[in-house]
């Protein structure tokens, strides 16, 4: 017997990503591979939360993608994906101020979201 069961994870997002998407503007979640997201796949469900709030907005992984760095995935996923309100260098920077040299080399992930329905 195969268990079936959707598994939700809960993510903390700053307001102004949280905000690009609970609008559905923002397709493309950045996050380094840790281990808690190595099992991430099509089909869960990812509860973001602003931290310190009960304020959630629930999304559907659609796909998994792994890059060596965050410039390959910029260039792969298309910038506009991860935060349409931001040049390409001004999301490698702000990506880069969240997560120093040492996280990035874990790996990174390119999570494709979109609003669940409910």
Known sequence: MTDTTA???ELHLYRKYFDLVAAGIKTIEVRVKYPHLEDLAAGDTIRFRIK???ETCDVEVKRVAEYHDFEALLD???AANVNPS?????QLDNIRAIYPPEK???GVLAIE????AT
């Open 86 to 90: 931001a040049t390409r260098r001004q």
């Open 76 to 78: 792969d996923e298309g």
């Open 52 to 54: 310190g709030t009960e």
């Open 113 to 116: 979201i979109q609003l669940s």
């Open 7 to 9: 598994r939700i994870r």
């Open 104 to 106: 990035e080399a874990l």
